[in-house]
């Protein structure tokens, strides 16, 4: 064969298995290469294959970087479709109050509400990106990050200007959540503060967020009112999200289906005639089991969903009321154990199916030629380590946009190569 050789600038070799998450590459569902190779130029991948079959196809470029997996699964960085990254406070309290059997009201976000109103934009970046280099450290390479702990005008546009201006490895995109919840300024007073979101805050937005957000509940918004929300959000060019089914059935997924959401997020309480409401749309289904354990709800009906056609992806919800941890993997193992999706599916759910919840699917979620090269290197050689190791960061290292964001080697951690050798099977 006397094809051209691709140029590249950074490789990774020594994987056990290259897990593609792609379609029409490798083997199965996952994709999965075994001893794959990847090849990137600047910020994309050029190639995937076998190792064998690299130095065939691939000239490295001057300044090549390497990166050796020495024996671990490498996927795709992992995206977290579903976060409430910036605020302040802590509600701990709350939390010992679910231990004890009390039930989650939506009332307690008010504490977090006045938290972060009383927080400075400084105190507020600095959680933020000490949140975002936790993510790293397991897995994360972008993820969608919701305002909605401002709830008045100018509180709403800090913190989504915050998010704008984190300066860090980890893509952060931005949602609208203005209609999290009617704040007590507006007590009685519901319909004037539908129309400060519709009015004031959806004009004012201009770039600082791509999609809009809103809780349809009890003791959030009422369907009609988010629909008022969301046709305004529709006219000023956002993408449509949905928290829908969490605490009860009030209409969120039809809702969501109606406005050819790009996603509809928790549905503990979806019903078959939601399922195929969603497929109908396209809408991803954002699975959210650490809000389900911390709730005490019933767990969505993930295979329900997947029979109905829909996508299923899973994310930690981020948050200081109902599931505070970045542990994305974690997701990924209560996906598998409370919501019996398979470990394949899990792992879609953190990767490709994630990215189509954000819109992102073109550019992330896969490693194939042309995508983003944004990778994870495990510490064990098959991917199942992800849901098994739970509770811990299956991470050794972490690939962004073609540069080394997170080594485990490097962050002090004496024992590394020990677990290294003891985890996993071969
Ligand atoms: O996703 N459902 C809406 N919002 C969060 C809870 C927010 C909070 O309690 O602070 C959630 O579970
Ligand atoms: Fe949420």
Redo the contacts with the bound molecule.
């Keep these: 064969m006397t094809a051209e050789k691709l140029r590249a600038d950074f490789i990774i070799t020594g994987a056990s298995q290259l897990v593609t998450c792609a379609e029409n590459i490798g083997e199965g569902v996952l994709g999965v290469i075994s001893n794959g190779a990847l090849a990137a130029l600047g910020d994309d991948i050029v190639w995937v294959g076998p190792e064998s079959e690299l130095r065939r196809h691939v000239q490295p470029a001057p300044g090549l970087v390497e990166v050796d997996a020495d024996g671990g699964a490498v996927l795709p960085g992992f995206i977290d479709a ?1 976060t ?1 990254l910036v ?1 302040a406070g802590d ?1 701990s309290d ?1 939390f010992a109050k679910r231990v004890s059997g009390e039930p ?1 009201e ?1 009332k ?2 008010m ?2 509400v006045e938290a972060t109103r009383g927080a400075t934009d400084a105190e507020l970046e600095l959680f933020a990106r000490q949140r975002l280099d936790r993510f790293l450290s397991f897995g994360v390479t972008t993820l969608e990050a ?1 305002s ?2 401002g709830l008045t005008l100018d509180q709403e546009l800090r913190l989504l200007k915050i998010a704008q201006r984190l300066d860090h490895p980890v893509e952060v995109v931005r949602t609208f ?1 203005g209609a ?2 009617v704040p007590p300024e507006y007590a009685g007073a519901h319909d004037e503060y539908v129309r400060l979101v519709e009015h004031g805050m959806i004009p004012a937005l201009e770039n600082l967020a791509e999609f809009c957000d809103v ?1 349809c ?1 009890d003791g ?1 918004f009422t369907r009609d009112e988010c629909r008022t929300i969301l046709r305004a959000a529709r006219a000023q060019g956002l993408g449509i999200k949905v ?1 829908a089914e ?2 009860a059935h009030t209409g969120g997924a039809s809702l969501a289906a109606e406005f050819a959401a790009v996603s509809a ?2 549905l503990e309480h979806a019903t078959e005639d939601d399922a195929d409401a969603l497929a109908g749309s396209r809408t991803v289904a954002v699975l ?1 089991p650490g ?1 389900t354990l ?2 005490g709800a019933q767990p969505a009906p993930a295979r329900m969903l997947k029979e109905r056609g829909v996508r299923v992806a899973l994310s930690t ?1 981020f ?5 505070y941890s970045e542990n994305l993997p974690l997701a990924l193992t209560l996906g598998c154990l409370l919501l019996k999706m398979t470990i394949e599916e899990g792992v879609l759910g953190i990767t490709r199916n994630a990215a189509a919840a954000i819109s992102r699917e073109r550019v992330l979620g896969s490693l194939a030629p042309g995508k983003r090269n944004d990778a994870v290197v495990v510490h064990a050689p098959h991917y199942a380590e992800l849901a098994y190791h739970y509770g811990v960061s299956p991470v050794r290292t972490v690939v962004a946009r073609s540069r080394i964001a997170f080594d485990l080697s490097k962050a002090g951690t004496s024992s590394a190569g020990a677990q290294n050798a003891q985890s996993g099977r071969q």
């Design positions: 579903h409430h605020f509600r709350d989650y939506t307690g976000i504490t977090t919701k909605g702990y959540l999290h919840v809780w509940e959030a928290h969490q605490l997020d928790h959210l809000a911390v709730t919800d948050n200081p009321g109902t599931s």
